[in-house]
């Protein structure tokens, strides 16, 4: 289910860490394009900018010797466990070129989003299981929600969309659980690939359970690393 809301700056700022991949568009007072590019956030000061990164265009540091002209359009994807779709528009505050070269941008009273996800997906990392007609085969788990989960794959695997597959999950409760579903998308990711699993499980409280045994054993594995650490 997608839905279109607005969220104040202090409710959306903390979805917007350091590296949030953005697209930055200038538009002339008419509100024609003058200029798109990417870019990404650095930092930002609650209620007032946020600090992103100058894309690195000739043509745009020409037009950025009077901001003013300008009104600025921000696109991005939150990190949201929704998946949120945001944008606003703003103008710049200053263009800077130390330490690095950069822009403020001044937040506005609100920012529109688009919620992509019904549930909220959880980032887990972890060994599993999966079935894939009649292979089985070592897989890794990137995030789960109760619809569906992402899994990381060898490239070498030949999988395609539509295709059935069973999720495994053993060493989670005391004998293996498994979820059926099929493959919805997926996506080149580093030296493997990036699966994006539908479940067809149905009613959910038994991924509701498996989410709640992930998060408690991934906090646990937090705090022993920290205190391993901290002995070390």
């Known amino acids: 289910m997608k839905t279109t809301d607005t969220l104040t700056p202090s409710q959306f700022l903390p979805m917007l860490p350091v590296g949030t991949p ?25 209620k007032k900018y946020v600090l992103i990164e100058m894309p690195a265009d000739r043509e745009l540091g020409k037009l950025l010797e009077d901001p003013s002209m300008f009104h600025v359009v921000v696109r991005g994807l939150s990190a949201s466990k929704f998946g949120d779709i945001f944008a606003f528009q703003s103008h710049i505050l200053s263009v800077m070129h130390r330490p690095e ?10 920012i529109g989003i688009h919620r992509m996800r019904k549930n909220p997906r959880f980032s887990i990392s972890r060994i599993v299981q999966i079935e894939l007609d009649d292979r089985m085969t070592i897989a890794k788990l990137s995030d789960i929600s109760l619809t569906g989960c992402g899994i990381r794959v060898t490239s070498s695997l030949f999988v395609e969309k539509g295709q059935a597959i069973r999720v495994v999950f053993n060493k989670l409760f005391d004998s293996p659980l498994a979820f059926s579903g099929e493959i919805a998308n997926l996506q080149n990711s580093g030296e493997g690939l990036q699966l994006g699993v539908c479940f067809s499980e149905k009613p959910p409280h038994r991924i509701r359970e498996a989410i709640a045994h992930l998060l408690a054993q991934a906090e646990l594995t937090d705090i022993y690393e920290q205190l391993e650490s901290t002995v070390a």
């Open 22 to 46: 953005l697209t930055l568009e200038l538009r002339y007072k008419d509100q024609s394009k003058a200029f798109g590019g990417a870019s990404r956030v650095i930092g930002y000061r609650d």
């Open 101 to 110: 070269k950069m822009l403020a941008i001044a937040i506005p009273p609100s």
